[in-house]
Every structure is written in C-alpha cells, then in structure tokens.
C-alpha cells in the first residue's frame, strides 16, 4: 500500500528516557514534516524537512530532534529536555507544490509515566 | 499575524442533513491556500477539500463543499447529507508558503441517527 507509516501506535517511556517515533513514506515525496497534537487542540509544527539532509525547526522545536538521511524516513527522538512530551504525534508528507498539500500518517501516542 | 480561527468546539446534525462547519482566517499575504481534514477517532487526519486564494469558483468534492468568502477572510465547509461516519473532528488550515501550514483548534462534528 502507498502512504506513510509510523509505528507503534502507542508508546510508552519512562520519564528522562529519550524515544524515537519512526516515520516512513512510499510516496516519493521530497517534504516532510512532524506534528504534535495536545488533546482538544490542533496540530503545531515541530520539525519540518524539504530535502534529505535538510531539516528547519517548527514552532515548538525545543526538546526534539530529527534527522532526514534518506528521503523515505524521517524520525523524531523526544528528549529528555522536553518538558511535557505525553502527546498524539503525527508526521505528514508532501510534494514541493504551489500549495503544500500533506498526507498524514496514523499518529504515534506517546505517553511518558 | 497568520491565524486560523474555527469557534464552534461542537456540532451535532442529524443524519442526512447538510452541515456548516466555520473557519476563518487572517493573513496578509494574496497568495495562500485553505484545507479542510476529517481527523477520525482512529487519529489520522484525512484531506477533505483545498481552496486557493485566486480560485475564482468554490471547491467541490464529493459531499464536501467549501463556501469561500475572501472579502470576510472565511472557508467554511459544507457537508451534505451527513452520514454517521462523518462524526469526527474537522481542521480548518491555511497555507501561505514556506512549508508551514498553520491549523484551527477543530471543531467536533457528532451526527445522530
């Protein structure tokens, strides 16, 4: 099937552990991005990547980080500097279009105890 | 400042009948794109409809119209006859470049039988 996966669907860490929450797409699409996502609420921007070996930070970058070393995969590690990371985390894809449209993957639902 | 705005947290319409869901929005650029996404309570958020800001008729998908009235800055999305499967929580998001797509707080939809 064609779109983009990201595994597990729920994940749990104990607090002051590092995690990385995978992100594959088939899509052949150059742009990816990361969201989180608080209950009630909508998605924010944490990381975003146009090209392998490319990544700009989003609005709430602090206590996260990615990298982009192929262009199918694009993985987000929660540090332990983030102060709050219980959340829905979703990762999308897109083609460097005119008008950024983005294709979602299922969300990981992370929860740190 | 860039911002999207939807104000109705919840919505209930009984099956079959058409919906209005509010969005509005603020940007100063003249070029920018509208999003509606149907996030279901599996957490993937599904593209619904885009509207671009030089697009001279309203968009149209399926059931999905979106009702764009630049003058007032608003994108609402029109559902007809509503099905139970469009119970779900609906973004309104806005595009104006630079890879950052900003997003409303959603607004829940709930459709009775």
């Known amino acids: 099937d064609g779109g983009i996966t990201q595994s597990p669907k729920y994940l749990f860490r104990k607090e002051g552990q590092n995690v990385t929450l995978s992100c594959e797409q088939n899509?052949?699409?150059?742009?990816m991005y990361w969201y989180r996502q608080d209950p009630g609420q909508g998605l924010r921007l944490i990381y975003y990547s146009q090209i392998v070996n490319d990544f700009q930070k989003g609005d709430i970058a602090e206590g996260y980080s990615v990298s982009r070393e192929k262009k199918e995969s694009f993985p987000l590690t929660v540090t332990s500097a983030q102060k709050n990371p219980t959340a829905f985390y979703l990762c999308?894809?897109?083609?460097?279009?005119?008008?950024?449209?983005?294709?979602f993957g299922p969300g990981t639902r992370l929860t740190v105890l | 400042a860039q911002k999207i705005t939807q104000t109705q947290p919840g919505m209930f319409v009984q099956e079959k009948e058409a919906v209005t869901l509010d969005c509005t929005y603020d940007t100063s650029d003249p070029s920018y794109g509208l999003f509606w996404y149907k996030q279901p309570s599996s957490g993937e958020m599904i593209f619904l409809i885009y509207q671009g800001s030089y697009d001279q008729q309203n968009a149209t998908e399926g059931r999905y119209s979106l009702n764009f009235q630049k003058a007032r800055k608003s994108a609402n999305l029109v559902i007809s006859a509503s099905q139970l499967g469009d119970s779900a929580m609906y973004f309104c998001?806005?595009?104006?470049?630079?890879?950052?797509?900003?997003f409303g707080a959603g607004t829940r939809l709930f459709v009775k039988a």
């Open positions: 998001a806005m595009y104006t470049g630079g890879f950052k797509t900003i």
């Open positions: 899509l052949n699409h150059d742009a």
């Open positions: 999308a894809a897109g083609a460097l279009s005119s008008y950024n449209e983005q294709f």
